[in-house]
T-cell receptor, first 117, second 115 residues
Framework: AQTVTQSQPEMSVQEAETVTLSCTYD???????LFWYKQPPSRQMILVIR??????QNATENRFSVNFQKAAKSFSLKISDSQLGDAAMYFC??????????????FGKGTLLTVNP | GAVVSQHPSRVICKSGTSVKIECRSL??????MFWYRQFPKQSLMLMAT?????????EQGVEKDKFLINHASLTLSTLTVTSAHPEDSSFYIC???????????FGPGTRLTVT
């Protein structure tokens, strides 16, 4: 079974600075999908970024980018120019590819990000 | 696009009563809907997966007679917590997708408090 580990329960960053959230995972599959979700105080889960394992290029979405290290099974999220609205719980998640017997999203325990003005 | 709503957003019920939570996909047809439970400061725990027109698949440890799931249409799934007890108090989140492996779009969640 796949597991997702987020080793940082809490992180803080100054507004306009850069912060990196860590995520590692364990899998025997060669193809899979990785996600970062944001859950602000409203509790609405929002997809921040996704990465397909077969793609070597790291995904980017505006101020959000990932450092995907497939061999190391590491998938960190970098937030540049942090804004107050970035304050939220961030969850890393793993999903097997289509056709797999396991279709579920496996979530990490989350990292609570605080942005200081 | 890809908006999922939940109703109600908050509900308080007395112990022993039943409460129904609705999950709707507003602008797409969701063949698959997922129901999660989230305790304070914890991650999402998948309770069950439902496909339109068929019985839900429950995760191990989730009582199917207590948490009744109905997915009668491509835009609506309901979760009914029967004979609720205070330990059922939690945040319930649904997500919807156009297939088991498609991207999941999450609803805003429902906070259930059982007194």
């Amino acid at each position: 079974a796949q597991t997702v580990t987020q080793s940082q329960p809490e992180m803080s960053v100054q507004e306009a600075e850069t912060v990196t959230l860590s995520c590692t995972y364990d899998t025997s599959e060669s193809d899979y999908y990785l996600f970062w979700y944001k859950q602000p105080p409203s509790r609405q889960m929002i997809l921040v970024i996704r990465q397909e394992a077969y793609k070597q290029q790291n995904a980017t979405e505006n101020r959000f980018s990932v450092n995907f290290q497939k061999a190391a099974k590491s998938f960190s999220l970098k937030i540049s120019d942090s804004q107050l609205g970035d304050a939220a719980m961030y969850f890393c998640a793993y999903r097997s590819p289509p056709g797999s017997s396991n279709y579920k999203l496996t979530f990490g325990k989350g990292t609570l990000l605080t942005v200081n003005p | 696009g890809a908006v999922v709503s939940q109703h109600p957003s908050r509900v308080i019920c007395k112990s022993g009563t039943s409460v129904k939570i609705e999950c709707r996909s507003l602008d797409f047809q969701a063949t698959t809907m997922f129901w999660y439970r989230q305790f304070p400061k914890q991650s999402l725990m998948l309770m069950a997966t439902s496909n339109e027109g068929s019985k839900a698949t429950y995760e191990q440890g989730v009582e199917k007679d207590k948490f009744l799931i109905n997915h009668a249409s491509l835009t609506l799934s309901t979760l009914t917590v029967t004979s609720a007890h205070p330990e059922d108090s939690s945040f319930y989140i649904c997500s919807a997708s156009v297939g088991l492996f498609a991207e999941q779009y999450f609803g805003p969640g429902t906070r259930l408090t059982v007194t």
